[in-house]
Nanobody
Framework: QVQLVESGGGLVQAGGSLRLSCAASGRTGSSYTMGWFRQAPGKEREFVGSIIWSDGRTYYASSVKGRFTISRDNAKNTVYLQMNSVKPEDTAIYCC?????????????????WGQGTQVTVSS
């Protein structure tokens, strides 16, 4: 089992920055791929980006590419989502997810473990 706990959400003005954290515990390892997803009210869950734990390669949705950056800290078993130049349309609950495979996926059902999420609200 893998447990994921997100933190760092909050209220931020448009154009500002926020960093989310996802602390992983349990049976994690270098063979995992971590993903960030978000869900706004009345909308479907949307892929944000992912990172391969072993080598740090990343992949992003076009809506956030160039603004958001995913990184990981192996010593802390934590993945980060740095959000810059945020927009009101970035408002959503952000969740991290884990899949015990090496390889990117933007499909939620391909992830086995999920955190509870953290709310991000961007004011205009």
């Amino acid at each position: 089992q893998v447990q994921l706990v997100e933190s760092g959400g909050g209220l931020v003005q448009a154009g500002g920055s926020l960093r989310l954290s996802c602390a992983a515990s349990g049976r994690t390892g270098s063979s995992y791929t971590m993903g960030w997803f978000r869900q706004a009210p009345g909308k479907e869950r949307e892929f944000v980006g992912s990172i391969i734990w072993s080598d740090g390669r990343t992949y992003y949705a076009s809506s956030v590419k160039g603004r958001f950056t995913i990184s990981r800290d192996n010593a802390k078993n934590t993945v980060y989502l740095q959000m810059n130049s945020v927009k009101p349309e970035d408002t959503a609950i952000y969740c991290c997810a884990a899949r015990p495979y090496v390889g990117f996926s933007s499909t939620p059902r391909n992830y086995n473990y999920w955190g509870q999420g953290t709310q991000v609200t961007v004011s205009s």
